[in-house]
T-cell receptor
Framework: TQLLEQSPQFLSIQEGENLTVYCNSS?????LQWYRQEPGEGPVLLVT?????EVKKLKRLTFQFGDARKDSSLHITAAQPGDTGLYLC????????????FGKGNQVVVIP | ETGVTQTPRHLVMGMTNKKSLKCEQH?????MYWYKQSAKKPLELMFV???????ENNSVPSRFSPECPNSSHLFLHLHTLQPEDSALYLC???????????????FGSGTQLSVL
């Protein structure tokens, strides 16, 4: 099982600040997904990246897949309290099944 | 609303009890999953069903018994659990299990299980 390490594990910031969290692995993935999980709920898919170097934007969230497809970052601009949650990255492979490897998550708290 | 509904939301049970978790998906998906989420651990895949057939069983103890009567419903039957089994149990579905590298998982809200 490939290990996905997410850092920092916990991050608390003030509303309006920017933040970046990271997802790193020694393994190459065909795709990488980011989910956000709010308290008491299941994870919700935010984005999937599949090409090395790919950048995707979702409103104030910017996702990047590393050139070597081993790592990814999530940058939030002008964080809002609604961005609070556990951000999970999950790596997948192209050999035919949907068996994803998840990281432990980045817990983000945005203080109003 | 993700289209995946789990019941109950919370469950407290003793080690000698027998209980079942239920999951229903309204998305027309062909694959359904059970995951275990414990504090400070990555999501652990427990079971996968594809077209109602079990295709993955990740060395899960026999005190957890899945059942998939049709493509829309998934159960997890629990008996003689241990306190370390306390966790959030998440059900998920995807269009297919062998559809390629970027299949999207749709999760339910989970059942928070406490074993006393």
């Amino acid at each position: 099982t490939q290990l996905l390490e997410q850092s920092p594990q916990f991050l608390s910031i003030q509303e309006g600040e920017n933040l970046t969290v990271y997802c790193n692995s020694s393994s190459v993935f065909s795709s990488l997904q980011w989910y956000r999980q709010e308290p008491g709920e299941g994870p919700v898919l935010l984005v999937t990246v599949v090409t090395g170097g790919e950048v995707k934007k979702l409103k104030r969230l910017t996702f990047q897949f590393g050139d070597a497809r081993k790592d990814s970052s999530l940058h939030i601009t002008a964080a809002q309290p609604g961005d609070t949650g556990l951000y999970l990255c999950a790596g997948g492979h192209s050999y035919g099944n949907n068996r994803l490897a998840f990281g432990k998550g980045n817990q983000v708290v945005v203080i109003p | 609303e993700t289209g995946v509904t789990q019941t109950p939301r919370h469950l407290v049970m003793g080690m000698t009890n027998k209980k079942s978790l239920k999951c229903e998906q309204h998305l027309g998906h062909n694959a359904m999953y059970w995951y275990k989420q414990s504090a400070k651990k990555p999501l652990e895949l427990m079971f996968v069903y594809s077209l109602e057939e079990r295709v993955e069983n990740n060395s899960v103890p026999s005190r957890f018994s899945p059942e998939c009567p049709n493509s829309s419903h998934l159960f997890l039957h629990l008996h003689t659990l241990q306190p370390e089994d306390s966790a959030l149990y998440l059900c998920a579905s995807s269009q297919d299990f062998e559809g390629g590298p970027a299949e999207k998982l749709f999760f339910g809200s989970g059942t928070q299980l406490s074993v006393l």
